[in-house]
Each structure stands twice: as C-alpha cells, then as structure tokens.
C-alpha cells in the first residue's frame, strides 16, 4: 500500500522558535495533502488543505501566517509552524490524497502523526 | 459546510459482542467513505472504504461497513469484537467536488475481557 511518511515524529521546542514538520508520499504522487491537528482526547480538526503548486486552503480559524504549509512538489509538503507558543503543543497529523487517472475515487493515506511539545 | 457525526463518543463491550458505531454526513453530492482506525500510541490505519458499487463494504480484521444513501449513513459493524479491537475509531468522508476530507468525532472502543 501507499505509504505516508512524517518527520519528526517528536519535536521539543522553545516558545518564539519555528518547527517545520515534513509530510512525503513515498511510492505515489499526491495531488492534494491534509494537515490535521489533534488534541488531546479530541477528534482530528482539519488545518488546511494543500494542493501541489498552489496556496493552501486553510479552515476557519487557523492562522495562515503561524501554520504555513508549503506543498513544493508531488511529494512533500511541509508544515511551519511559526513563532511557537506552549498553546501550540499538540499531535499533528499529515494525510495525502492519492489522485487516480481518469476517476474520481480517491484515498488517503495519513503519516505517523508529529508529537510537538513547546516549553 | 460539509459535516460528519458520529453519535456513540464512547463504547464499552464485551469481547464476542457484536459492534455496531454510527456515522451520518451532511453532503448531498458524491461522497467516498472511510472509517479509521487509531489503536492506542498508534496512527491512523484504513479499515474500510467505500467508492461506488456495492454499498456493503468488507474490510480488514472482520469489520464490515454499510452506505445507506437515502439516509447519509456508513455505519461500522463487526459481529464479534475481540480485546484487541480496542481503539478509536474515525468515519471521514471526502467529498470529491470539493477537495475535502472531514472526519467525524470518533468513538472510543473500550473492549473487556
């Protein structure tokens, strides 16, 4: 199967620093990829959908200039997260969308989540 | 907007009892259907999915899911759980005409032995 691949896994991190979490399609091509957040005992709340070669589409909410994804080719799209604060500790999870040729169906594959701690 | 609901948030069985957790949708158009896994310390793996045709859908580890379209339903059943099974379980739904995948809740699985 496709596989999805996160890094880091874990990051420990001070307040005002920058962490960029990388997400990598490693055998398909991933026309669209998904970050997710989640907190604790609490669903995945969908951040921003990326598509490859142009802007994000971030949800509600989420601030564009402190989560800025980058989705720099078919197979990775990355995650900064900007001038961290300990509010912004939590489990980041990234999925990619397997596009078929000719057809609409679709599957997503999700990385192994990344672990950020900010103190 | 669409939305995902999944109305159990908690479920506590007995190992060979038989599992059925709810998942409803809000998008009226093309949908492809999903239910997630989470086991603990783990990451989410795909159970099921459901694309087109037969809207009884089989996937791994004896979990059966089934879309009703007249009811925006895609509940998740397994006739007998096992310890094991224990873990949290996601329904998501991709809704093709706008590029987005949502997932609903989740239901924390809590299976005794």
Known sequence: GAVVSQHPSRVICKSGTSVKIECRSLDFQATTMFWYRQFPKQSLMLMATSNEGSKATYEQGVE???????????????LTVTSAHPEDSSFYI?????????????E???????????? | AQSVSQHNHHVILSEAASLELGCNYSYGGTVNLFWYVQYPGQHLQLLLKYFS???????????EAEFIKSKFSFNLRKPSVQWSDTAEYFCAVYNNAGNMLTFGGGTRLMVKP
């Open chain 1, 94 to 106: 990234c999925s990619a969308r397997v596009k078929r040729v000719n057809s609409m169906n679709t």
């Open chain 2, 53 to 63: 045709g037969d809207p009884l859908v089989k996937g791994i580890k004896g979990f």
């Open chain 1, 64 to 78: 564009k200039d402190k989560f800025l994804i980058n989705h720099a080719s078919l197979t990775l799209s990355t």
């Open chain 1, 108 to 119: 997503a594959f999700f990385g192994q989540g990344t672990r950020l701690t900010v103190v």
